[in-house]
């Protein structure tokens, strides 16, 4: 298992050796530090904890910059942790680049997705619109029932509503590597990727490849 945190730069396309076109999401990945490792014995799991991109000192806590210090590391702004089943060949303040990857291999994306505000059933959960016919004035975008009226006598929890929409940890599964551009520290893979442009992405390997 292997992982890296990167910022997703945008969409393009790129063209084989065939000539088709591969629609990509390019992510600028690393380069990253690992600032922890975590152990069975003393943690109860095994883990890597990796920064990436250096920032002002007065832009972190005391307690974050006295954990970097203790590792001899910069002050770093994105810290995150990646579960692995062993941790043996990393070593605190070892760097870690999008080199670890190879064109071809099968990664899973993890990213927070765009914010929707507060969205209808339609939009949120993919429901059909009413009948406009037979007196539907303005219940065309609307729910409908939620529930029955004498038994049980009341919503039952988990009822598909409207509501807050975005916002949350979607994981992307099984996107193929197109591109690594070790130079410019550049990953492009096929698909879309969650999230916005510039948005934090940690990149692993896929878990079911």
Do not use: W
């Amino acid at each position: 298992m292997k992982g890296i945190l990167g910022k997703k730069v945008g969409m393009t396309q790129i063209f084989d050796d065939k000539g088709e076109v591969i629609p990509v999401t390019v992510i600028e990945a690393g380069p990253c530090f690992v600032t922890q490792k975590k152990t069975l014995e003393r943690d109860g799991y095994t883990a890597i904890q990796v920064g990436m991109q250096e920032a002002k000192p007065k832009h972190l806590t005391k307690g974050q910059l006295g954990h970097l210090e203790k590792a001899k590391l910069p002050p770093l702004r994105h810290l995150r942790e990646i579960r692995l089943s062993s941790v043996d060949e990393y070593e605190v303040g070892q760097r870690l680049t999008v080199a670890m990857f190879e064109s071809g291999e099968q990664v899973d994306i993890v990213g927070t997705s765009k914010g929707r505000g507060f969205a209808g059933t339609i939009k949120r959960h993919g429901f059909k619109r009413q009948p406009k016919t037979h007196g539907q004035s303005d219940r065309e975008r609307a729910p409908g029932s939620i529930g029955a009226m004498m038994s049980p006598s009341r919503v039952f929890k988990g009822t598909r509503m409207a509501g807050h929409m975005g916002v949350a940890r979607v994981t992307a599964q099984n996107l193929r590597v197109v591109l690594v551009d070790e130079e410019r520290n550049l990953l492009a893979v096929n698909g879309s990727v969650p999230g916005a442009n510039g948005g934090l992405v940690l990149i692993k390997q896929s878990r079911k490849s």
